[in-house]
């Protein structure tokens, strides 16, 4: 049977929820204009000046995109439109360039956050006093206060465990029946593999909720049949809100089901900046219709993906639904001509039987030549030539394969570092 968290909400019939949107659309076009300078310059340069005009889905795809930029440049609160006295908190992502990106909660965006994850942990199978164990660390990075905030809303019995010593993580995973775990893929594999050497296992553990980097379905299968869980892939960002603004999939793992009542999502085309039909990879660009401090209109979020259907799907939810994220615009690499992305490395990797999930992908540039190296745990049958074939074989050209024993590549507590670049001249 399906549970849901907000049964009105998520089953709303296409009708309704595009009335719902042209409606919350013309609020927030009025609500931006008359209370922030940032968004009142930009639109009243093209010439758009009252709301009522323009402020139809129709009339979208004329306004001006936002970008990571537009932040930087606003830092640290210049696109905000309540007062300082109305924030109640903020969530923080830095890049490796130029000023952070800063996101303030006004206390109905607070609300409006912890009712996207609890519905996704609703969506995930999770009844009330279900303990769930949080992963991500509780401080300026969304993951762990958006699962916490949702958590409380879904009723579940939160503990709080934050990031690092996953020997504590298991043993309290094992004391208090986790069942439901949180955090990124990478940590789960992570505490996969010090739960064998404590010879713990987790009978208890039945749903991973994983987000922040984008995981191949191979991997999926994987951390799913060694870990004994069932896996949902958790789709948000600091400019949307945090952690679980946008979706998750459910259990019929057919695309990702983004909250349409709360976000508006096109597809375009990253080189032209035009929509790009359904069904065909384009950068997410995304409309926040519910958020009061800090609102994005058409948030270009560099990430590539594609509108797998807008039909009511077979859990009974009928917000559209988006394909897992293939990567980001900027994470793509281009190696002797060929464009590819870590994820597709990580999925032919995982294909060859006794290969683990634990990889490098290095970046080599010889006397400004690129190569790619592929470092890569595995059991003894494996070997360099095994990695390389297979590799040529899925990906179209030929990396340098260099297999290690299980333990030898270095371990990370939070999201793992998979792409690294070294230069050198000859
Ligand atoms: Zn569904």
């Not at 988006?322 to 870590?342: E, H, Q, S, Y």
């Amino acid at each position: 049977m399906t549970h849901y968290f907000n049964s009105l909400a998520e089953t709303m019939s296409a009708d309704e929820l595009k009335s719902h949107q042209n409606r919350r659309f013309l609020e927030l076009l009025r609500w931006v204009l008359s209370r922030n300078d940032y968004y009142r310059n930009r639109f009243s340069a093209l010439g758009l000046t009252q709301p009522d005009d323009f402020g139809t889905l129709e009339h979208l795809s004329e306004l001006p995109t936002l970008c990571k930029e537009d932040f930087r440049q606003t830092y640290p609160l210049g696109m905000c439109c309540v007062d300082k006295e109305e924030i109640r908190e903020m969530h923080m992502s830095s890049g490796s360039t130029g000023s952070p990106v800063v996101m303030p909660y006004h206390e109905t965006d607070i609300d409006q956050w912890a009712e996207c994850m609890a519905r996704c942990y609703v969506m995930a199978g999770t009844v009330p006093g279900n303990p769930v164990q949080i992963t991500p660390s509780f401080g300026l990075f969304n993951g762990g206060f958006g699962m916490y905030h949702g958590a409380r809303k879904a009723g579940l019995f939160v503990i709080p465990t934050g990031s690092g010593n996953t020997e504590r993580q298991v043993r309290l995973a094992k004391d208090f029946d986790t069942k439901i775990l949180c955090g990124v893929v990478s940590y789960a594999i992570r505490i996969l593999e010090v739960m064998r050497a404590m010879e713990i296992e987790l009978p208890h553990l039945k749903i991973g909720i994983f987000g922040a980097e984008s995981f191949s379905e191979g991997m999926r299968k994987r951390i799913e049949s060694e870990l004994g869980i069932e896996s949902f892939d958790i789709y948000g960002m600091t400019e949307t809100g945090g952690v679980g603004t946008l979706g998750m999939d459910c259990p019929c793992h057919a695309g990702i089901h983004v909250w349409e009542d709360h976000y508006l999502v096109e597809v375009l085309d990253p080189a032209t900046g035009k929509p790009v039909p359904d069904g065909q990879q384009g950068e997410i660009v995304v409309t926040s219709l519910t958020r009061l401090a800090l609102p994005v209109i058409r948030f270009r979020t560099g990430d590539l993906s594609k509108i797998v259907s807008r039909e009511k799907c077979d859990c009974g939810r009928t917000h559209l639904r988006i394909a897992p994220i293939v990567g980001r615009t900027d994470d793509m690499l281009i190696v002797k001509g060929v464009n590819f992305f870590p994820k597709q490395v990580e999925h032919a990797l995982l294909e060859i039987p006794g290969v683990l999930p634990h990889y490098q992908i290095v970046i080599e540039e010889i006397d400004g030549v690129r190569d790619v190296r592929i470092n890569v745990e595995a059991d003894e049958t494996v070997t360099g030539y095994m990695v390389e074939k297979h590799l040529k074989e899925r990906l179209g050209f030929s990396p340098k394969g260099d297999v290690f024993k299980p333990g030898e590549l270095p371990r990370q507590e939070g999201k793992a570092q998979r792409v690294f670049y070294t230069t050198r001249e000859q």
